[in-house]
């Protein structure tokens, strides 16, 4: 689908949609960041020099849906990469629950620019999906980023856009139109990885309920590991694992 299409659907809708997404916003049950540490090791006692890990990004990255964060997508993601990498992991996770792209640009990237990192994973996509961001402001932000972490010697990755058409939160329509809108901006990221020469890793993550969280709208701790496993075997090569 062309954006100028997906518009034209949201006018014709809107009438219904917007009543529908504030009742939404309303009712949706609200989780917290994770508890724990935004840093640690994973596999310290693993021989080597670690490998220093970023993840930068939105609710995910903080661990709302579980808990602690060791049990969120960094914690499982580090403990996975050490396991295939046979080396420490040195991981950081800098998040914000409801940030998008362009302002985690403005207040997220600055905190971690003085601090090296070896691989950068940025996840970014729900919060642009539901406020609509164009894709162009998509677009620079995340090229922005991804700049200046590559800039300082960081190999960058995205993690592609959440499919929203199966969070069992939204109502039909909702989830309709906006699985829509975040293909198009996975489009667009696919896109800007390749000009970029970055990875694009898909959310390899069944989305029935013992994967969600209870909010229905962030993943659980099963939902976390399996799609941080997946994610440790497609960065392999970009964290310079062995085989």
Request: with cysteine.
């Amino acid at each position: 689908m062309r954006a100028y299409a997906w518009w034209l659907g949201l006018a014709l809708l809107a009438p219904v949609a917007l009543p529908l997404a504030l009742r939404t916003r309303r009712n949706t049950l609200r989780l917290p960041p994770a508890a724990g540490l935004l840093s640690g090791v994973a596999g310290a006692d693993l021989p080597g020099e670690p490998l220093r890990l970023l993840v930068l990004g939105e609710s995910t990255v903080v661990g709302v849906g579980v808990d602690e964060l060791h049990a969120a997508l960094v914690g499982q993601l580090a403990t996975a990469l050490a396991v295939r990498c046979g080396r420490p992991v040195a991981w950081r996770a800098c998040g914000e629950n409801g940030i998008t792209a362009a302002q985690a640009h403005k207040q997220l990237l600055p905190q971690v620019l003085e601090q090296p990192f070896d691989l950068a994973l940025l996840v970014f996509g729900v919060n642009d999906t539901t406020r609509l961001t164009s894709l162009s402001r998509w677009d620079t932000a995340l090229g922005s980023m991804a700049a200046a972490l590559s800039a300082r010697g960081a190999r960058v990755a995205f993690s592609s856009v959440p499919p929203l058409q199966h969070f069992s939160a939204l109502p039909g329509l909702l989830r309709w139109l906006l699985g829509m809108r975040a293909g198009l901006l996975d489009a667009r990221l696919r896109q800007l990885a390749a000009r970029l020469g970055a990875g694009h890793h898909a959310v390899e993550l069944e989305f029935s309920p013992e994967y969600l969280a209870r909010d229905g709208y962030h993943p659980s701790g099963l939902g976390y590991r399996v799609w941080a496993e997946g994610l440790a075997v497609s960065l392999a090569p970009a964290a310079r694992c062995a085989p």
